[in-house]
């Protein structure tokens, strides 16, 4: 195009535009690259050289050492702790940002490749389980395990889990109908260790709740009556019994006020513990208004009077005779 849109210059100027004897600049003009390079190729064409474009050579990713890897995997880690989102991108932003080291986008995806980080889709669940809370409790845990094992008399672990399955059963893929059920949702509880599963200590029962999640048709009551009438009673030794973080594994024996309660449960709790208050009557309510606005106006009051006052400037001339005089006579005391 370079070419057609020099003849049509010259068809509009009504004849050429660079003299036909200057062969090398016209044909320059012509593909619109220097004079220089026109010379360089016509010798090379002389010559029997290939004039076929060199190819690119990409430069070789710069390899990290064990000290800039180091730094990168605690950075990944700090901005999970931090909830940010670790791509390419932004972990070279906060790589240079801090400078840490000096490394391209792809010398940082090489890197991250041989320190084992995979790129894939992202696990809510895992990066919740990585958080600070949950990795120092998943320590102690831990340690209280080897601990366990390590002792002279060991107690046994109890696992216990709750799931789920349809009374058709279920498979891994199958050809589905939407608008076909799939049969009633039954609930299943049961504890097992190195043994095997405890005898007589399962729970079976029908779900009645159509939410999708399982853990809505558990209570903590239901939990609680086959954890102490079911499960308890079928052990035959003290045991350590390990089980998730469900909301009805736990409870609070009793519920606390808070600040979205209504006055009258906040009373009735009061009452409960046998903490007496006062009716506070609306005498007694305007006097502590009265109070707060006065304690406002003086401090009020206060701040102004330390804005009104007036800086006070203090020259001090260094190097003058007086000075210096003063300083001798000082040094002359101090000797005697």
């Known amino acids: 195009m370079n070419v057609y ?13 660079t003299s036909v004897m200057a062969v090398q600049q016209r044909t320059a003009d012509a593909v619109q690259v220097s004079k220089q390079t026109v010379v360089r190729t ?28 180091k730094k990168i995997r605690y950075l990944i880690y700090d901005m999970y702790a931090n909830k940010e989102h670790v791509t390419l991108d932004t972990l070279l932003a906060v790589i240079k940002l801090k ?91 049961h504890a097992g260790g190195r043994n095997g599963f405890i005898e007589g200590s399962s729970l079976i029962f029908s779900s009645t709740n159509k939410s999708f999640d399982y853990h809505d048709n558990m209570n903590a009551e239901l939990f609680e009556k086959w954890f102490e009438e079911s499960f308890l009673k079928k052990l035959a030794q003290p045991s350590i019994i390990v089980l998730d973080n469900a909301s009805y594994h736990t409870r609070k024996s009793e519920k606390i006020p ?20 006062a009716k506070v009557t609306p005498d007694v ?34 190097g003058s005779d007086e000075e210096s005089d003063y300083l001798s006579e000082s040094d002359n005391d101090n000797d005697a």
């Open 258 to 277: 808070r600040a979205s309660s209504t006055k009258e449960e906040i009373s009735n709790w009061l009452k409960m513990k046998n903490r007496p208050f």
């Open 99 to 189: 400078d840490l080291c000096d490394l391209g986008r792809t010398s940082l995806f090489y890197a991250l490749k041989e320190m084992g980080f995979k790129f894939k889709m992202t696990n809510s669940r895992r990066g919740s389980c990585e958080q600070s809370h949950v990795v120092s409790m998943r320590n102690v845990f831990l340690r209280k395990y080897i601990r366990n094992l390590e002792s002279e008399v060991p107690h046994d672990f109890v696992f216990l889990e709750e799931t789920w399955v349809f009374s058709r059963g279920a498979t891994k893929r199958t050809w589905q109908d939407d608008r076909a059920k799939n049969g009633k949702r039954y609930i299943i509880i």
């Open 5 to 17: 849109d020099y003849f049509v210059k010259e068809k509009n100027h009504g004849g050429v535009l």
């Open 285 to 318: 309510w305007n006097r502590c208004v009265t109070h707060t606005e006065e304690i406002i106006k003086d401090t009020f009051n206060r701040e102004k009077i330390i804005d009104d006052v007036r800086a006070l400037v203090f020259t001090v001339n260094t």
């Open 42 to 69: 016509c010798a090379m064409r002389e010559i029997g050289s290939d004039l076929k474009r060199n190819p690119y050579r990409r430069s070789k990713p710069r390899r990290t050492d064990l000290l800039e890897n």
